[in-house]
């Protein structure tokens, strides 16, 4: 009889214990996918949303923008950066734009603002979440108007609405003061309120002649890319493409710190979480498992009496882990698959609880609870099922080994 | 008989050597000032004193004596299960006190065959897989296998049993399960401990049937522990011990 044949028999000699620590292990299972599940869904979707607030996955820049953001940096030849980067397998999407600071004036009031100037020609609403939140109005048209589409609580402080007029006032590429007048062709609200108070979007061609830019000058390219999983690799590629000593090419962890943060200290509290829920499980695995190895004791010694080696009982130990570990893991896809299905595809809405302001490090994060599994989580899971429950087996089939024979004889 | 391929095949050189030169003494083993001590609490028991004995090939012996007389204990070291305290254990011209745990395996594995007087089977295994353990606990083809086991089970008598587990037999069945995974590999011999004290009379001198057959017919060697009259009855050598030591060694025809 092969060992693995006798492993499975002697699983199932103890049905109810062997069928409890299965379901603890799937229970194990169910946590581990919830957890990773919620990580890489909602990670992956605070990135992509902070993507499409204006830097991309990554960014090029003019070198030293983003230390000290100023409008007298750019990039003299955006659009070849820009056909560069969209020729490169992955990349779904480049887009040159202006982005500074400016005083906005309405005829009642002045404050103090972000600018993103766009060109229509190259903007969506797939990776403009501005163009996606419109609820008034429309972009400007053209890329050379004096359109300009505010958020809604900015359009609340100046009392503005479709077809008002908007003074801005910005340093230009030459350190000067200048101004110009626009006038409201839309109203976003993200959801974000110091992004819906503060921030407009104007024609880049009407901005690039108020500030004195070339007609190819630009203060980035935001690069959307396919898979946010790849941004490093993304990153390597883009920066051998268009990278010189001018100009540099970040990904969104350097050009939005605060997400990356965030994202990171979530991170390391999961895998805590999932770290704590795992000792727990090999707890009772390991005592499921020395519980029937110490059951056995004379019928090891009978094996041992007979011939069987010492590494031959580690083995067959450990291929019984191995099957307790596969068992755990069908048992843990069986009742698993119900509440991912659900997570998946309706989630739990949260949007009650969390109030007006879906933002974190200062990008809209989704109020719906869902969860999405990567394929590299599926096997990270599996790996760590069986890697739980070896690790969660050595010492009982160590011990296993250790009884001699003939002390496990004396109980005859 | 010969030897399969599959245990053949792993015997190294020296082995093989010491084989050939003890294949003409008369002796399959000897133990030779052999004592046995125990700690138990603060006193200690010496279960074998001084004790030296040889075995020849082919013998039927019985070790008998009361209970404590040191019987299980010299099948114990006989069948490198235990180690003496002082003295040597000789089985087929190899000290056992010099080799390693892998090694005592390998020997109890290929060349010693126990009968337990529990049966000891393994639960979750047909008679047939009990029988074929140790063969496959030596790596013999899966052919090979299937020949020598139903041959042995048909020797035994339990042609037609052997998808019985151990608790749809009875005892007597299962001790002769015991007996043919004992004799499956053809051991230089095998140590049979108390092997009737479980089982009705019936059954106890159907079981010594078979034995003396297999001493008789294939030269098995056999060394039984026991205090059970019919084994000694049937006894070509009565080694009676008393305080771990002989107290008499006779021979019969």
Redesign the interface.
């Known amino acids: 009889m092969k060992l693995t044949k006798m492993a499975w028999r002697n699983l199932w000699r103890r049905k109810r214990r062997t069928l409890i620590t299965g379901f603890s292990i799937g229970f194990g299972v169910l946590l581990a996918v919830t957890f990773t599940g919620t990580g890489d869904y909602s990670y992956s979707k605070m990135i992509n949303t902070g993507a499409v607030m204006g830097f991309g996955h990554i960014t090029v820049e003019p070198l030293g923008y983003n230390q000290t953001p100023a409008l007298d940096k750019r990039l003299e030849d955006s659009a070849k950066i820009r056909q560069s980067a969209l020729a490169i397998p992955g990349v779904t999407d480049a887009i040159a734009r202006i982005t500074g600071q400016a005083m906005f004036a309405s005829a009642t009031k002045t404050v103090g603002g972000m600018f993103m100037a766009v060109d229509p020609s190259q903007e969506s609403t797939e990776h403009n979440l501005f163009l996606r939140s419109l609820v008034e109005g429309e972009l400007f048209p053209t890329a050379g108007g004096r359109g300009v589409v505010v958020g809604h609580k900015l359009a609340e402080k100046l009392r503005l609405r479709i077809g008002k007029k908007l003074v801005y006032t910005a340093t230009d590429a030459n350190g000067e003061i200048v101004s110009d007048i626009a006038r409201v062709t839309g109203i976003f609200k993200t959801g974000v309120s110091e992004v819906d108070g503060s921030m407009a979007l104007l024609p880049i061609d009407s901005v690039r002649a108020t500030l004195s830019y070339g007609r190819d000058e630009a203060t980035m390219i935001a690069v959307i890319i396919d898979d946010q999983r790849y941004t490093e690799r993304m990153q390597r590629r883009i920066d051998a493409a268009v990278g010189d000593s001018q100009r540099e090419v970040l990904s969104w962890k350097q050009t939005q710190a605060d997400l990356a943060g965030i994202i990171a200290i979530d991170r390391s509290g999961n895998y805590i979480s999932q770290l704590l829920v795992g000792l727990l499980i090999a707890a009772g695995i390991l005592n499921t498992v020395l519980m029937s190895v110490m059951e056995r004791t004379r019928e090891f010694g009978v094996m041992m009496a007979v011939g069987m080696s010492p590494g031959t009982l580690f083995r067959l130990v450990i291929i019984e882990s191995i099957w307790l570990a596969i068992v755990g893991l069908l048992i843990g896809i069986v009742i698993t698959m119900p509440w991912y299905a659900y997570l998946y595809h309706v989630g739990l809405d949260f949007s009650g609880a969390i109030g007006d302001d879906y933002s974190a490090g200062g990008v809209l994060i989704d109020p719906i609870f869902k969860i999405q599994l990567f394929p590299e989580s599926v096997v990270a899971i599996i790996v760590g099922v069986f890697a739980l429950t070896l690790v969660s087996c050595l010492y009982p089939a160590w011990r296993a080994t250790r009884v001699p024979p003939v002390e496990s004889l004396k109980t005859i | 008989m010969a030897r399969h391929a599959g245990a053949a095949g792993r015997k190294p050189k020296n082995d093989i050597m010491r084989a050939m030169e003890t294949q003409h003494s008369p002796h399959i083993l000897r133990l030779e000032n052999v004592t046995k001590t125990y700690q138990q609490g603060k006193v200690e028991v010496r279960a074998v004193d001084d004790l030296s004995l040889a075995v020849d090939r082919g013998d039927f012996a019985a070790l008998c004596g009361p209970s404590g007389s040191g019987k299980t204990t010299v099948l114990?070291l006989i069948?490198g299960?235990?180690v003496p305290s002082s003295g040597k254990v000789w089985l087929e011209g190899q000290d056992l006190a010099t080799l390693s745990?892998?090694k005592l395996?390998?020997i109890?594995?290929?060349r010693i065959g126990?009968v337990?007087?529990?049966y000891?089977l393994?639960?979750?295994?047909t008679a047939y897989?009990n029988a074929?353990?140790?063969l496959?606990?030596?790596g013999a083809a899966e052919r090979h296998c299937r020949d020598r086991v139903m041959a042995i089970l048909k020797e035994v008598g339990l042609e037609g049993l052997e998808h019985r587990r151990p608790d749809e037999m009875s005892g007597g069945q299962q001790q002769r399960v015991a007996i043919a995974?004992a004799i499956v590999t053809e051991p230089a011999i095998v140590l049979a401990d108390e092997p009737t004290a479980n089982v009705d009379s019936v059954t106890a001198d159907a079981l010594l049937d078979l034995m003396q057959a297999l001493n008789r017919h294939n030269g098995v060697t056999f060394l039984f522990s026991t205090h059970d009259q019919r084994v000694m009855d049937r006894a070509h050598r009565l080694i009676r011990l008393h305080d771990g030591k002989i107290d008499k060694d006779e021979v019969r025809n």
Request: hydrophobic fraction near 45%.
């Open positions: 114990n069948g299960l235990d745990r892998a395996s390998a109890r594995r290929d126990f337990f007087q529990a000891n393994i639960p979750v295994m897989e074929e353990f140790v496959k606990l030596q995974r």
